[in-house]
């Protein structure tokens, strides 16, 4: 599959350099075209107006994946690993005995402050919030020790305070407010055995925490009754010290756990964007291929109408391939115009704040439509691969019209 897609896109690149050679081959056919796209103003708009929406949504659907990985790529830090049960894949599903917390925390390859090693023993666990929609939504809820904020740097108080330990305080995501009006600050709610008070919101920069709610994790232990931890987060010396520190969890007969790098980690929970790329996909399909059938319409209607001028052109010595040529770039220039302003409609989501269910740990994934350079290029890409598939044929048409029956129109 991979081969016939990488011989595809050899064709697709050699077909629109000869077009590119063709039009400083030939400028004359290529102006003439040009020109008609300004003297059809009517059916230019149209068209293009129908692509724009197209390259838009393109675009628009992209950047729901992109704000996604960027929530979880953007969380862990390269130094920094998670110890969970083996195969648990989520922290959610694993667990850590309190014993086992003190033998990690006492690994020599942890860096210290003060003499304390840089960990932080964690428990997760899922709490059911409704929307603004009054629709229900699962929301995780993380125990930490007072350590576990200061290993999230890229966390910033907001409004309010921290949580304190032993108060059933909690402190909530500023960006899940709009979406969750029960996460205002000053209300509370019930959860486990206590009733919890929100005392302050904060904001992790689009990383996957502006989708929990933090807590001391004594508080939430004793609230849930649970004896165990979840994981226990650790920062080490450096980077490097990362696959060592593993080998030597995966060695020690006391713990029988394993070691995750946080980046891979959340790497791994960027699979939550799968479903919405595979619907958006399937519907940029279905309105692409209505967007080149318009665009094919327009270009064998200019066809039909310029026949006598493609005559002329072909008396004046042009062959078939450079009539050809400069009617698909017609096409192309008529799709690049809707991509450019596709582009510009896709603006108006940027930074628009949203939210899915991962099928991973079944809570919610708040994040922001991510509009960025590479999402734009891909977009205009999109709309030449638009303006050659539908202008193709229509081009072929001009350029296989015999010059007696050109002459006589």
Same mark, same amino acid.
């Given at each position: 599959?991979?081969?016939?897609?990488?011989? #595809?896109?050899?064709?697709?690149?050699?077909?629109?350099?000869?077009?590119?050679?063709?039009?400083?081959?030939? +400028?004359?056919?290529?102006?003439?075209?040009?020109?008609?796209?300004?003297?059809?103003?009517?059916?230019?708009?149209?068209?293009?107006?129908? #692509?724009?929406?197209?390259?838009?949504?393109?675009?628009?659907?992209?950047?729901?994946?992109?704000?996604?990985?960027?929530?979880?790529?953007?969380?862990?830090?390269?130094?920094?690993?998670?110890?969970?049960?083996?195969?648990?894949?989520?922290?959610?599903?694993?667990?850590?005995?309190?014993?086992?917390?003190?033998?990690?925390?006492?690994? +020599?390859?942890?860096?210290?402050?003060?003499?304390?090693?840089?960990?932080?023993?964690?428990?997760?666990?899922?709490?059911?919030? !409704?929307? =603004?929609?009054?629709?229900?939504?699962?929301?995780?809820?993380?125990?930490?020790?007072?350590?576990?904020?200061?290993?999230?740097?890229?966390?910033?108080?907001?409004?309010?305070?921290?949580?304190?330990?032993?108060?059933?305080?909690?402190?909530?995501?500023?960006?899940?407010?709009?979406?969750?009006?029960?996460?205002?600050?000053?209300?509370?709610?019930?959860?486990?055995?206590?009733?919890?008070?929100?005392?302050?919101?904060?904001?992790?920069?689009?990383?996957?925490?502006?989708?929990?709610?933090?807590?001391?994790? !004594?508080?939430?232990?004793?609230?849930?009754?649970?004896?165990?931890?979840?994981?226990?987060?650790?920062?080490?010396?450096?980077?490097?010290?990362?696959?060592?520190? =593993?080998?030597?969890?995966?060695?020690?007969?006391?713990?029988?756990?394993?070691?995750? +790098?946080?980046?891979?980690?959340?790497?791994?929970?960027?699979?939550?964007?799968?479903?919405?790329?595979?619907?958006?996909?399937?519907?940029?399909?279905?309105?692409?291929?209505?967007?080149?059938?318009?665009?094919?319409?327009?270009?064998?209607?200019?066809?039909?109408?310029?026949?006598?001028?493609?005559?002329?052109?072909?008396?004046?010595?042009?062959?078939?391939?450079?009539?050809?040529?400069?009617?698909?770039?017609?096409?192309?220039?008529?799709?690049?115009?809707?991509?450019?302003?596709?582009?510009?409609?896709?603006?108006?989501?940027?930074?628009?704040?949203?939210?899915?269910?991962?099928?991973?740990?079944?809570?919610?994934?708040?994040?922001?439509?991510?509009?960025?350079?590479?999402?734009?290029?891909?977009?205009?890409?999109?709309?030449?691969?638009?303006?050659?598939?539908?202008?193709?044929?229509?081009?072929?048409? =001009?350029? !296989?019209?015999?010059?007696?029956?050109?002459?006589?129109?």
């Amino acid at each position: 599959m991979a081969l016939f897609v990488g011989f #595809i896109l050899v064709l697709f690149a050699g077909y629109l350099a000869w077009l590119i050679y063709a039009a400083f081959k030939f +400028p004359l056919p290529f102006v003439y075209n040009l020109r008609s796209l300004w003297q059809r103003k009517s059916s230019t708009i149209t068209t293009a107006s129908a #692509i724009s929406l197209v390259v838009g949504i393109f675009i628009v659907v992209l950047s729901l994946a992109q704000g996604i990985s960027k929530a979880f790529v953007t969380s862990g830090l390269p130094n920094q690993a998670l110890v969970m049960r083996p195969s648990s894949r989520f922290e959610l599903n694993s667990s850590i005995t309190r014993d086992q917390a003190r033998i990690i925390k006492s690994n +020599p390859l942890l860096a210290k402050e003060e003499s304390d090693a840089i960990a932080s023993a964690e428990v997760i666990v899922i709490k059911l919030f !409704n929307k =603004a929609d009054g629709v229900g939504s699962n929301i995780t809820v993380r125990g930490m020790e007072p350590t576990g904020r200061s290993m999230r740097p890229q966390v910033k108080l907001i409004s309010g305070r921290w949580f304190q330990p032993g108060l059933s305080e909690v402190t909530v995501p500023v960006k899940m407010q709009l979406r969750f009006p029960e996460l205002a600050v000053g209300r509370s709610f019930k959860m486990g055995s206590r009733e919890w008070d929100i005392v302050g919101t904060y904001d992790a920069a689009g990383s996957s925490f502006d989708s929990e709610i933090w807590s001391d994790v !004594n508080d939430v232990m004793q609230a849930f009754k649970r004896e165990t931890y979840s994981t226990v987060l650790v920062r080490l010396r450096s980077e490097d010290d990362l696959r060592a520190f =593993a080998f030597q969890v995966d060695e020690e007969k006391r713990l029988k756990l394993e070691s995750v +790098p946080e980046r891979s980690y959340f790497k791994e929970l960027t699979k939550a964007g799968d479903p919405i790329r595979i619907i958006g996909n399937l519907i940029t399909v279905i309105l692409s291929i209505g967007a080149m059938f318009s665009a094919m319409n327009t270009m064998y209607a200019s066809v039909a109408s310029r026949t006598k001028e493609i005559g002329t052109l072909r008396a004046l010595g042009y062959r078939r391939r450079e009539i050809l040529a400069s009617f698909q770039w017609e096409a192309i220039v008529l799709c690049v115009l809707g991509g450019l302003g596709g582009s510009l409609l896709s603006f108006l989501a940027d930074g628009i704040q949203t939210g899915t269910t991962s099928f991973d740990t079944f809570s919610d994934v708040s994040f922001a439509f991510t509009i960025t350079p590479r999402l734009l290029a891909q977009g205009l890409f999109f709309s030449v691969g638009m303006g050659i598939l539908g202008g193709l044929l229509p081009a072929w048409r =001009a350029s !296989n019209i015999p010059l007696t029956e050109a002459m006589k129109a």
